[in-house]
Structure formats: C-alpha cells, structure tokens
C-alpha cells in the first residue's frame, strides 16, 4: 500500500510529508484548495507526464517521492529483479522536474528511465477520476480481473502450460526443419565431404604422434647417413681409389722386403698389423650398427604422407587437425539426419500438432469458464447499480475469440468490459459511454464486486461523489468502505456522507503566507473532522444542527 507521500516544491506546495495507512481516507477542501495538486504529484512519482508548470514559482527543481510497502509476492518486485534492481522491504518512487521542464527517475534512490517508474505504478496505485481512469478502464486488463472474480487460477495457469509445451514443440519442429533444409542446400558437398573423411579415417591425437615418430624417423635417417658416410670413407665403391686398409696392407709388404737383417723394422710390422685388425674391427661396428640400427625409409615417407594428408585436409575444411575427427562426427551426424530427417519432422509434426490440441483444450475450458463467471460477474455488479444512481445502467462482458496471431499463454479470448448507461443503448467501452460522474460510479461497483482478486492495493477515487448527494452519496460512501475493507482507498470528496465513512480524514486548504498562497494538508483528529464534516454540510457558517447532522453520520459510519 502507499505509505508516505513527500512533495517539494510542486506548484502550491512548498514542503508537505503525509502518511497513509490501511483503509479508506478522505481528502476534503474546498474547490480550488489544492487536491488536484496532491494527485498530479502522487500521478508524477507514479510515472506521469511532468511539465515544467509543475515546479514552484522561484525554484529550480520540484520533487516527489511515493513510499510502498507491496506484500509479499506482488509483480512490482518481478519488475525490479528483471531490472537487476535487488528489492527492499520498501519501495520508494521519487521524481525530479527541472524547472526547464527535464526529468529524472528514481527507484530506491537508483536512477531509472520513467518507463519503469510508470510499470511500476501501474502495478501499486489505480486512479478512478473524472477525467482520467486507469486500470479498469484499460480493456487489457479485463481477462485477468475476470480471472480472478471467477477463482480460475488453476484453469488459466493450465492454460499457460499447454502454451508454454506447444510453442516448445513448435520451436522444435522448426528447427528441426532448418537443419534439414540447410543441410539439402549443401548435400552434394556434405556427402563428398562425409566419404572424404571416412577414406582419411582421422583419430585422436594422431597429429601430435605422427609429428612425434616423423622426428624421430628423421634423427635415424641422419644417423645412418652418418654411419654410411664412414663405411664409404673406410671401404669406396671405387674399387681403385685407395683404401685404409690397402694403404696398411701395402705398407706392410714393403717393410717386408727389407734386406736381412730387418730385425729394427719389426716393431713397425707390428703396429701395422695391430693397425690393419683396428681397421677391420671398425668396419665390422659400422656395418654392424648400420645393418641392425637404420630406419625404415619407406616408414618415414609413409608417416609424412598421412601427416601431410591430415593436414591438407584441416586446411580445407578450416579447422585444426586435431578437430578433424570431431568434424567427421558432425558431418555424419549432419548427413544421418538429412536423410532420417523426413521421419524426425513427421515425429515431431506430430507432438506439435498434440501440444496444439492440448492448447485449444485447455484454452476451450478457459473460455468456457469465463462465460459462466462473466454471467455471475454482470449479475453482481447489476446489484450494486442501483443504490449508485445507476439503475439504468447495465454491465456486459464480451468475450470474443481472438485470431489465432492473438492467442497466448492467458487464453485464445479477448475479454471486453462494456457498458450501456441508458436503455436500448449499445453497449460500448466504459470510458467512451459513461460521463466522468457516472464512470467513476460504475468503477466503484466494479471495485466493490472485483476487490477481492485485485493485483493493485491501492485505489484513488477523485470526487467519485460528483453530481449526486443524499442516498447515493451515501451509498457510494459505504462502497468505499467495503472496497477499503480489502484493499488501501484514497477518496477526494466534496460529500460529508462519503467523508464520514473515512478510517483516516485530510484536509487540504490553502492560505497566503509572506505574499505567496500556499497549500497545506493537515490530519485531522475526531473533534476537526466533526468540525469539517458539519461544514461541508452547512457551508460557511457552521451551526449546532451541521454538527449534530454531522456526528449522526460519524456514528452510522461506524
């Protein structure tokens, strides 16, 4: 409910602070004291238009500020956590006009644009005025109070499940469909590019092993050209070229053919022998350590053909090597559904066509509810017409389906409050048929009968009472009441029967202070509001008979 009010400097108002608190107050004043004042600056904290007219003569800026204290669960705090606004107990709407006519928002002393500030209280304050109706009179609202007048929670949150199953499987069934057209716009190169893959057959981390054995088929390659390149120094292919080993064998027989006595050339026989068995003993290691140690050569040109195949393939189809098994899966999955995808569309052609079904199921028994609590709700509101000055009036609720682009998760109805204020009248919207006076008197019967379900605690009805007295004054005053029993009523009046009902009473007035007129709201304690009520009784002069008039009414109040 609206807690607190705090207006600064908005066209009359210098400085005022007011408290609310459940139930009904009345705001009373004479004509022209400044009530309008206080409902465009709640109007402004709730969202409002904002013009520079509004700040007060002389200063730079005006400022309003509207307290809430939501219960438990209420949309507005939905709204604030979609914002990324973490709620509080409180909630505080507070805005700002420049007096160049510039705006600014806040929620909880966080700067928001005004379009928040107005969802926010749409869902916190409806104003039933003369000239101005929101909340009932907004047709997109009727769906929802018929809802809730008729206790179809559970049917409307029925319908919103099948809503929410059939536009998932819808969502499936067109996907499902892209995915198979795009893959029959590129089936040629899919089945080219599937087989290619089957043929290379890539596996996982086959890259970095095939680099890894490349490297060391090489380091053997070179480890043998070595060993061979000794070989050949040892033992050339060029039979006459001179070897070592011919060199050795050479030397030797010549030292052989030494003159006797040749006992001084033996020690160099002897080397040379030791030589030529040296020699014969490493040409034995090498061939030996190339016979046992060489490489493959047709490994290692078979290892850099894959790897090059690999990674030829990579660079076709633009990925790494190592997503190149991932891609052959993909690609085989790609293709498997293309050709199961006639089976998988008729599949889930079918749960569409079944979550659609269920919709308009569930939907029909919605539809076929709220006929029934419309007949109840049209009957209730009939009753409460007459005691309000409207007798001739009559409520009809229409509920039309809608084309199936309108249907959603509340229903595949539009739901039309209408109203004809005179017999053989046309039904027609509420705020194109009645006058200002007659339409807030129809919203209070509306608010009387629908206040149990309503999503909005609280209510501000401006001179609801207009053009009537006596009876139906009276009449509307104990509505009041009994909407206040529920929900947090504000009530600008001119009518002492309505005023006496008030749980809380305001009076607005306005007096001239220092050159300046000013207005000034004051709560009024029982003897003053007995006092009030017998001057709006009375009129200027307030006598004994007002104020006894005036405490009978008090008294029936109660």
Known sequence: MLAGLSIRDVVLIERLDLAFGAGLTALTGETGAGKSILLDSLGLALGGRAEAGMVRSGQPQASVAASFAPPAGHPAFDILREQGIEPEEDLVLRRVVQADGRSRAFVNDQPVGVALLRRLGATLVEVQGQHDQVGLAD???HAGLLDAFGALERRRAATAEAWAA????????AEARETIAAAQREEEWLRHAVAELADLKPEEGEDESLAAERQRLQQGERRAEAIAAAIAELTPRDRRAATPARALREAARALERLPPPNEDAQPALAALAAAQDALAEAESALSRLLSEGGPDPRRLEQVE???????AAARKHSVAVTDLPSLAADLRARLEALDAG???VAALERDEEAGRRAYLAAGAALSEARREAAARLEKAVARELPPLKLDRARLSIDIAAKEEGGWGPDGQDRVTFLVSTNPGQAPGQLAKIASGGELSRL???????????SPVPTLVFDEVDSGIGGATAAAVG?????????LQVLVVTHSPQVAARGAAHLRVAKQVRGGRAETRVEALPEAERREEIARMLAGEKVTDAARAAAESLMQDAR
């Open 139 to 141: 047709p997109a609202t």
């Open 166 to 173: 059939w536009r998932a499987a819808t969502k499936r069934l």
């Open 305 to 311: 053909e894959r790897l090059f195949a690999l990674r």
């Open 443 to 453: 919203m209070l019967a509306l608010k009387v009968v629908l206040a149990r379900g």
């Open 342 to 344: 006639a089976g998988r």
């Open 478 to 486: 104990e509505r009041l009441a009994r909407v206040a029993e529920r």
